[in-house]
């Protein structure tokens, strides 16, 4: 066994511990005084290369897989995106941050939702799609009267690691906000009715802001953004700022 890392400085939940994959295997050792989130209480504390977290519980010590997202109004961590969304407890107006850079497997659904997915403060993160994820899905799905503000984050559809089709978000009867710092990217369509970063429909809507970026898109209709027409609805897309580039597409909408 090698030399206990001591742990110095005041730490909070979520803190880093000076831990990486090579000193792991030497124990940890907590300065109790140093400690503000104190061993009597539950925290998250992360390593350096950000995979895996330590859980303190009173004297108990016990390694773990680290949370990936954050709802800052309920003080409460998740290891999957989707946990953080499906919290009975979220409400109109929360914040979900994003901890690290992570992958999807699966489509995150969001039915009748209404809250702000952005990084941790100071960060800036991306949400990529995994390899296994299921070829011609949507990345994100809003349902239900969904409203979901996209603030510093980077949702990338890894068109340039395989050739799957994966469309970013499905906004059906709901609304899509892009504010500064977000960025859409490397969606791919499919044939004449693509979808690449953004489908709108059934009076659905999307806004988009200075700063914001949809970009290195491709499909074969709508790369950017596709609003469908249909004498039942009334579908939207507002850009008020931002940058579309770098998008390829061989008809029709953005």
């Not at 961590?77 to 992570?102: C, F, P, S």
């Not at 899509?176 to 004449?192: F, I, T």
């Not at 074969?220 to 249909?230: E, K, M, P, Q, R």
Request: net charge negative; charged share 20%; hydrophobic share 40%.
């Amino acid at each position: 066994a090698g030399v206990p890392i001591i742990v110095e400085g005041a730490l909070d939940s979520g803190a880093a511990i000076g831990v990486t994959d090579e000193n792991r295997g030497e124990g940890v050792v907590f300065a109790e005084s140093d400690m503000t989130n104190a061993a009597a209480n539950l925290g998250f504390f992360f390593s350096d290369d950000g995979t895996w977290s330590m859980v303190a519980d009173g004297a108990a010590l016990e390694w773990t897989n680290a949370p990936v997202a954050h709802n800052a109004e309920l003080n409460r961590d998740y290891t999957t995106l989707q946990d953080a969304v499906n919290d009975e407890d979220l409400q109109d107006g929360h914040t979900i941050e994003i901890l690290r850079d992570i992958t999807v497997v699966g489509a995150v659904a969001v039915e009748g939702k209404k809250f702000t997915l952005t990084s941790d403060e100071g960060h800036s993160y991306t949400v990529s799609r995994d390899l296994n994820f299921p070829n011609k899905g949507f990345f994100f799905t809003l349902t239900n009267g969904a409203e979901v503000t996209l603030e510093n984050i980077t949702i990338d559809g890894a068109k340039h690691v395989d050739s799957k089709v994966c469309r970013l978000f499905d906004v059906d009867g709901s609304k899509l906000v892009l504010e500064d710092g977000a960025v859409l990217q490397n969606a791919r369509g499919e044939g004449y009715y693509g979808k690449g970063a953004i489908y709108v429909h059934d009076n659905g809507e999307v806004e988009m802001y200075d700063g914001a970026v949809i970009q290195n898109c491709e499909a074969g209709y709508g790369a950017a953004v596709t609003l469908y027409h249909s004498d039942n609805s009334s579908n939207k897309f507002t850009m008020y700022g931002g940058t579309i580039s770098g998008n390829i597409s061989g008809a029709g909408n953005v």
